[in-house]
């Protein structure tokens, strides 16, 4: 049985992705400790909260340095929402923070946006890239998927990197990935059975 790890570093949506994955038929083990992340085949990194605390509190409990030991073995790591951002090189979300840096690119404050947060469901679209990757297995271009987020990455100039794209006032990075590291903004634990098929995905990866 695949053993997928949920990294717990005290703050973050972990019931409703662990019982995403529970419905699949899959159970999740809690990573509350940076020395656990070597024994998963799988790590999600969720997300709720403010970019700069919580990427705090994930160097002061040395995840940081185990996530970039993890990505280093070749084995795929999710980061949902938040932990999609914390993925990037920097946010601007309160201050500038430094990220985690798997990803090139920056978290920036929406510009245009007609209301913020942006919550509820909206249209994501496949680039050439997203369209034949393995992580989107079965999803159709243009299927809705369910957000709450007040920033998003900005990572146009590394168009390789984006597997779908949303608009909202923006447009910006829906689902992201490089190699063995993938994030996606919406949730797919709140998006049905689009979100549900992503995670299944993940998980045969």
């Given at each position: 049985m695949i053993k997928i790890g949920?990294?717990?570093?005290?703050?973050?949506?972990?019931?409703?992705?662990?019982?995403?994955?529970?419905?699949?038929?899959?159970?999740?083990?809690?990573?509350?400790?940076?020395?656990?992340?070597?024994?998963?085949?799988?790590?999600?990194?969720?997300?709720?909260?403010?970019?700069?605390?919580?990427?705090?509190?994930?160097?002061?409990?040395?995840?940081?340095?185990?996530?970039?030991?993890?990505?280093?073995?070749?084995?795929?790591?999710?980061?949902?929402?938040?932990?999609?951002q914390l993925l990037f090189e920097k946010s601007y979300e309160f201050g500038e923070h430094n990220g985690l840096g798997f990803l090139r690119g920056e978290v920036v404050p929406f510009a245009h946006a007609p209301k913020i947060p942006h919550i509820g469901w909206n249209q994501c679209f496949f680039t050439p890239n997203g369209a034949q990757h393995k992580l989107l297995a079965q999803l159709k271009n243009g299927e809705y998927l369910y957000f709450v987020h007040s920033f998003h990455a900005n990572v146009a100039q590394y168009s390789d990197e984006l597997l779908m794209c949303c608009e909202y006032g923006d447009r910006f990075p829906a689902i992201v990935g490089k190699d063995n590291i993938l994030g996606i903004q919406p949730h797919p634990e709140k998006s049905h059975k689009a979100g549900l098929q992503i995670l299944q995905n993940f998980i045969q990866l």
């Open positions: 949920l990294i717990d570093y005290g703050a973050g949506n972990l019931g409703s992705v662990r019982n995403a994955f529970g419905f699949l038929g899959y159970e999740v083990c809690l990573a509350q400790s940076a020395d656990s992340l070597s024994s998963f085949d799988k790590l999600v990194l969720p997300g709720v909260g403010a970019f700069g605390d919580v990427m705090q509190i994930i160097k002061d409990k040395g995840f940081d340095e185990a996530m970039r030991d993890y990505a280093k073995s070749g084995r795929y790591l999710l980061g949902i929402c938040l932990g999609m």
